[in-house]
């Protein structure tokens, strides 16, 4: 890893996805134990809080991107937030929240790989490709929007610069995608996002898969953002996600990925996302994101402690 600082910055964001629940997720990351796991494992980790932003005035309400003065100002705060903790010398971690959190997060990330010149990645593990704007989305729920916003695709609201620090969409890695809407798949064609399906990783394994995205990572010396929603992994293994798509990752492949990140010391920041704990089998899926947090940061399954019961 780059730092041995962490920082934990709670986002009760529930707005983007069009149901409740999301908020609580912060919360649900805490009493699951991530503070004790990653101090557990050498990390100095300061919990700097919940963001909590008055909507945005100037950022009007609109029928195809739903609770826009919410998700905005979420974004506008949390871009600040992660740009300086970034610069302070700490790994962000922000703990959602649903997806459209990472308009913000992913946005501060772009402007300090700029600020320190290097290229910005985004491993985005995830069912959902998130490449819809206002225009395409059948529901008009943000989150499915986010990586057409950082990679300024999807600009339908003066809520950041316009002239700020974008990501090439060809340096996105979308794994684990099973439903995709139809002009998304266009979208994500025209525009080279890299997408790894589920039929992707029967074929070829994750590890192969994994091998491509450091690879390319490392030759470029970039900056790694990893963006975790819970329905990357199967719903029978993470029920705490109101957008449960059958077929997802399995308990190894995720842990896998996590595993062969932490050895690659690329990882600059992370997203925790769409965790519903209102959803939620008795804290199993907080527990199992917080086992994968610890993975990525050093922890290996053998080292996991064994639960009773």
């Not at 620090?165 to 995608?177: A, E, S």
């Amino acid at each position: 890893m780059i730092s041995k600082d962490i920082t934990l910055i709670g986002v009760p964001l529930e707005e983007g996805s069009g149901r409740g629940g999301c908020a609580m997720g912060p919360a649900a990351f805490r009493l699951a134990g991530i503070i004790k796991a990653l101090e557990g494992l050498g990390f100095r980790v300061e919990d700097s809080g919940d963001l909590r932003p008055e909507p945005a005035a100037d950022l009007g309400e609109r029928q195809d991107a739903k609770n826009l003065p919410v998700v905005g100002a979420f974004t506008q705060m949390l871009e600040g937030r992660t740009y300086d903790k970034a610069m302070a010398g700490f790994i962000p971690v922000i703990m959602g929240g649903d997806h459209s959190l990472s308009m913000g997060s992913v946005s501060g990330m772009a402007r300090y790989a700029d600020k320190v010149g290097r290229p910005l990645y985004v491993l985005w593990l995830d069912a959902h490709a998130d490449f819809n704007t206002p225009e395409t989305s059948p529901s008009g729920n943000i989150h499915g929007m986010p990586v057409a916003f950082f990679t300024g695709q999807a600009e339908f609201a003066p809520i950041l610069d316009r002239n700020r620090p974008l990501v090439d969409p060809r340096n996105v890695f979308q794994v684990g995608i099973r439903s995709v809407d139809e002009i998304e798949r266009k979208l994500i064609a025209r525009h080279g996002v890299n997408v790894f399906d589920m039929r992707a990783i029967d074929e070829h394994g994750i590890a192969a898969i994994m091998r491509q995205v450091i690879d390319t990572v490392s030759a470029a010396n970039g900056l790694l953002h990893v963006s975790l929603d819970v329905d990357f992994l199967d719903p029978d293994i993470a029920p705490g996600v109101g957008t449960t798509v059958p077929g997802g990752a399995t308990f190894r492949e995720a842990h896998l990925i996590m595993e062969m990140l932490h050895d690659t010391g690329l990882v600059a920041s992370v997203d925790l996302v769409e965790l519903n704990p209102f959803l939620d089998d008795r804290g199993k899926s907080a527990r199992i994101m917080v086992e994968l947090t610890a993975s990525l940061f050093g922890r290996r399954v053998l080292d996991r402690p064994t639960r009773s019961g």
